[in-house]
Structure formats: C-alpha cells, structure tokens
C-alpha cells in the first residue's frame, strides 16, 4: 500500500489545485459590476441582435468526416516508417484492409453526400 502512496498524494493535489484556484481567487477579487463590462466585446462594434446563430448540421458532419480521415491518414506514416522490418507479405496485407476499410468510409460519406459543400 505504501508504494501507492505517491499516486495517492499527486492524485488528490491535482484535483485539490485548481479547486482551491478557482475558490481562492474569486474570493480575493474585485467586484465592480458595470452593464458595460457585462456586455459582449464585438472589436469595437455595437452588439445587435442575438449572439446565438444556428449553423447547418451539414458543417459539422463535414469537420468530423475532416477529422477522422486526417486521424486515420496519419497512421499511415508510422507504418511507413517500420515497413522494412516488417514481415512484408503481413504488414502489406494489413496496409491494404486499413486502406479498404478507409475507401469504404469514404465512398459511404461520398454516397451519403456528406462531402458536399453548401
């Protein structure tokens, strides 16, 4: 039990620290309540309007597809670099059902018409 008592200690510090952070300086700060300050900075402009716009869900589906086919594409480059000590028949089997699996992701999004812009 005493091996884990490090982890212990910086487990509870790390969640006593920004606690006590977050506490300790509203405490100790100034408070002078101004509808100015309250308000919304918009670079020097006058606010108008609501500041909640709703965007198409199509934007969103189009970063996450981003996204992921980023994610999945950057794996590509560790493979690439330990290839030549690799079994080569094995490591370019596997390559090419990654390579399958990420075409048909992205012909599903392509039939989908996720990759469409608006």
Do not use: C, N
């Amino acid at each position: 039990m005493e091996k884990y008592l490090d982890i212990v200690i910086f487990t509870v510090a790390g969640a006593l620290f920004p606690l006590l952070t977050v506490v300790g300086t509203a405490i100790i700060r100034r408070r002078y309540p101004d509808p100015v300050k309250q308000g919304a900075y918009e670079s020097g402009e006058i606010p108008f309007g609501d500041a909640r716009v709703r965007f198409h869900i199509s934007y969103y589906i189009f970063a996450l597809a981003f996204l992921v086919f980023d994610v999945e594409s950057i794996f590509l480059y560790p493979w690439a670099v330990v290839y030549l000590h690799l079994s080569r028949g094995l490591a370019f089997g596997e390559i090419l059902v990654f390579v399958a699996i990420l075409l048909a992701g992205w012909l599903y999004a392509w039939k989908k018409k996720v990759l469409t812009w608006m």
